[in-house]
């Protein structure tokens, strides 16, 4: 089993930059992609950004220029910066991986951007 735990969540206002931090815990070996997820409310969990441990990364059009997903394979933690922050990108962040055919999930960080 793998766990995760984020981090970095907040308040900023529209235009401003927040870096999230997801570090994973467990069965770290097997993990081949991990990525962010958000959910805003009312809405479905929908797909932001992912990476595999080789660097590919997968970004949603939504985010694309102005979010960056990054990982530290060694502290088995993925990182997502988040720059140019708009009102629209408020939503819970979840930290997502896979092993197996297993999906874990972290207890989400809360980003809220005022304009």
């Known amino acids: 089993q793998v766990q995760l735990v984020e981090s970095g969540g907040g308040l900023v206002q529209a235009g401003g930059s927040l870096r999230l931090s997801c570090a994973a815990s467990?069965?770290?070996?097997?993990?081949?992609?991990m990525g962010w997820y958000r959910q805003a409310p009312g809405k479905q969990r929908n797909l932001v950004a992912t990476i595999t441990t080789g660097g590919t990364t997968n970004y949603a059009d939504s985010v694309k220029g102005r979010f960056t997903i990054s990982i530290d394979n060694a502290k088995n933690t993925v990182y997502l910066q988040m720059n140019s922050l708009k009102p629209e990108d408020t939503a819970v962040y979840y930290c997502w991986t896979i092993t197996g055919t297993s999906n874990a999930w972290g207890q989400g960080t809360q980003v809220t951007v005022s304009s």
């Open positions: 467990g069965s770290t070996f097997s993990i081949p992609v």
